[in-house]
C-alpha cells in the first residue's frame, strides 16, 4: 500500500486527535508556530515524495535557520473541518 496524506490522516493524525478534538500540531507544538511556507499539494502523492520535495526545498531556501511549513492535514483540526473551512475566503486557513 502506498502510504499519502489519505492514509496518515485516517490512521494516524485523526485518531491520535480524537480525544481532544484538535489538529495534530496542537499535540506537538510548543508554542505558536506561524508557518513561513505553504505547501500546495495532491493528498494523494506518495508521502515520501512530499518529503523528498520538503528536504529539497530546506535544502535551496533555508539558511540554516528554523522555519515552519503549513501543511494542511495536519495544521486543520480533521474533526471539524466544516467550522475551520467555514466563511469567507480570507478567514479560511488556507489564505
Not at 492514509?7 to 507544538?29: D, G, H, N, W
Not at 480533521?78 to 467550522?83: M, P
Request: charged share 15%.
Amino acid at each position: 500500500q502506498i502510504i499519502n496524506l489519505y492514509t496518515i490522516c485516517a490512521y494516524f493524525v485523526e485518531p491520535l486527535t480524537r480525544i481532544f478534538t484538535c489538529a495534530f500540531v496542537e499535540l506537538v507544538a510548543e508554542g505558536e508556530q506561524d508557518p513561513l511556507w505553504f505547501i500546495s499539494h495532491y493528498w494523494g502523492t506518495p508521502f515520501r515524495q512530499t518529503l523528498r520535495m520538503l528536504k529539497l526545498h530546506c535544502s535551496t531556501r533555508g539558511s540554516g535557520a528554523r522555519f515552519w511549513y503549513w501543511l494542511c492535514t495536519l495544521a486543520n483540526n480533521q474533526h471539524r473541518l466544516d467550522e475551520e473551512l467555514a466563511g469567507s475566503l480570507d478567514s479560511v486557513p488556507f489564505t
